[in-house]
């Protein structure tokens, strides 16, 4: 039989596996919320913030004369170990769950204080020596406690986020550099427009990246102001003076931001706000990344009967019916990635303006949501990168014919012929299928000198020394 131990709650007695770090009210927990199989250790960092939070919390309350120096010196140790990744098997709540938080936050609570018990020389249990109560949570309470936890989660996971997000960005404008002479026609509403380089299409792609990469920087800096000491609701009940702005300054000093004090801890335990603003910041890379998904598919139609202007790698046959035929399979799992980060960013939403009055009790699945969109974009990015975005090759001779064939060269004679006479020249050239260049020789409407001068691709595409 196995080894248990007893432990009990306001709502009776429960047996413990003998070698759990976990507690009665983990092990409620376990039983009243297998929903979702993913459990809080399935995100390292969400382990390893709760961690940090509660090293802050335990520093911050010695400081001000309230946590008694061996039981901080044990807490700090075990709090370590499990920023150092040990013990992370111990956090096993499902991300979905009731009670705002409150579970999630008593397994930390309950996982750290066995663990400091044994660097104690005390057995697991024995909270006459460190209590999860009275010691784990000192001046806190769920309701600061875990939206913290998610914030410096985010904070962390946000990091690995954006570098992953830099390298594609930088991928992008390699290729831009290295297609950078190579003319083909722009497009507007599916038509043809103007000529362009490929090098200025992939620099572009590269551009959009930056650009919702530094909206991720900035949104980041909502995260940093945190509710730690609102206790329940906000107004510090249970907390010692002081211990507010310490627990931020620890903060900031373990993870190496600018962690601060919320100027108002009731507005920020009841908004969702911090939440909203970078979950937004996470649906813009995924707008970015879906449009410029859709755009490399569109450019590689064909081979025969699409654009194919550019060759995306060949990763696997993809038919299991018609020969030959090899699919977009990278932008196609990069499209389904943005799908399900913009479909989270509206739960984000939905959750955030649902909450009544001075909590919200859905944080679970916004915590859930934004993780969720964080870690597919680690993990798709580089896939994206390496598979795909290095491995593009372009159809010069393809897009040369295009520039001969298409119509959009006329705007560039607009200066010298006039609009009316090149729209003549446009609607001559599609009837009787016709370059426009062809035309123009026939009917001696300019010089070659004229023509070079004009269609100049350095001067089309904007790229001429000023």
């Known amino acids: 039989m196995a080894q248990v131990r007893t432990e009990k709650d306001l709502l009776g007695e429960k047996q413990i596996p003998a070698d759990a770090y976990y507690g009665v009210q983990t092990l409620r927990a376990l039983e009243n919320f297998q929903v979702s199989g993913v459990k809080t250790n399935f995100y390292p960092d969400y382990v390893k913030a709760y961690a940090i ?7 911050a309350n010695g400081e001000v004369g309230r946590m008694k120096k061996d039981r901080l010196a044990a807490i700090e140790k075990a709090c370590q170990a499990v920023m150092d990744g040990k013990y992370h098997d111990q956090f096993l709540t499902d991300l979905y769950q009731g009670g705002a938080g409150t579970s999630a936050n008593m397994n930390a609570n309950e996982v750290l204080a066995n663990i ?20 784990l949570n000192m001046g806190q309470s769920t309701n600061d406690v875990y939206p913290t936890a998610i914030h410096i989660a985010l904070i962390l996971h946000n990091d690995k986020v954006m570098k992953e997000a830099q390298l594609l960005a930088q991928s992008f404008h390699k290729k831009g550099d290295q297609f950078n002479h190579l003319l083909k026609m722009g497009r507007t509403e599916g038509q043809d427009a103007v000529p362009m380089t490929l090098g200025q299409e992939f620099h572009a792609f590269g551009y959009q990246l930056d650009a919702a990469i530094d909206a991720m920087r900035k949104s980041e800096a909502y995260l940093y102001e945190v509710n730690m000491g609102a206790t329940a609701i906000g107004t510090g009940l249970t907390a010692t003076p002081g211990y507010a702005e310490k627990c931020s300054a620890q903060l900031a000093k373990i993870t190496g931001k600018p962690i601060h004090t919320s100027k108002d801890l009731i507005a920020a335990t009841s908004s969702m706000q911090a939440f ?8 813009n890379l995924a707008v970015t990344l879906s449009k410029i998904s859709s755009d490399l598919i569109f450019l590689a139609t064909g081979p025969r009967t699409g654009i194919f202007e550019i060759n995306l790698p060949a990763l696997q046959p993809g038919s299991s019916i018609m020969p030959g035929k090899v699919n977009p399979v990278m932008p196609e799992l990069m499209n389904q990635i943005c799908f399900k980060a913009i479909g989270n960013d509206v739960t984000v939403t939905f959750a955030s303006q649902d909450g009544l009055l001075q909590l919200n009790a859905y944080e679970p699945v916004v915590a859930v949501a934004i993780m969720e969109s964080q870690a597919l974009f680690y993990k798709s990015m580089p896939l994206f990168r390496k598979n795909c975005i290095d491995g593009i090759t372009a159809n010069e001779k393809v897009m040369q014919k295009y520039i001969e064939r298409s119509v959009g060269i006329v705007t560039a004679l607009n200066p010298v012929l006039g609009y009316e006479k090149t729209t003549e020249l446009a609607k001559e050239a599609l009837e009787k299928d016709k370059g426009i260049l062809e035309l ?5 409407l300019l010089t070659e ?11 089309m595409t904007g790229q001429q020394k000023k």
Not at 116 to 135: N, R, S, T, V
Not at 276 to 283: A, D, G, N, T, W
Request: charged share 35%; aromatic share 6%.
């Open 276 to 283: 909203v603003m970078y979950s937004s910041s996470i649906k």
């Open 449 to 459: 000198d004229q023509i070079k001068k004009l269609l100049d691709p350095a001067a």
């Open 53 to 59: 939070v509660k090293l802050a919390a335990a520093r």
């Open 116 to 135: 400091a018990l044994e660097m104690m020389g005390k057995k697991k249990g024995e909270y006459q020596y460190i209590e999860p109560h009275d010691d």
């Open 440 to 444: 123009i020789r026939e009917k001696k």
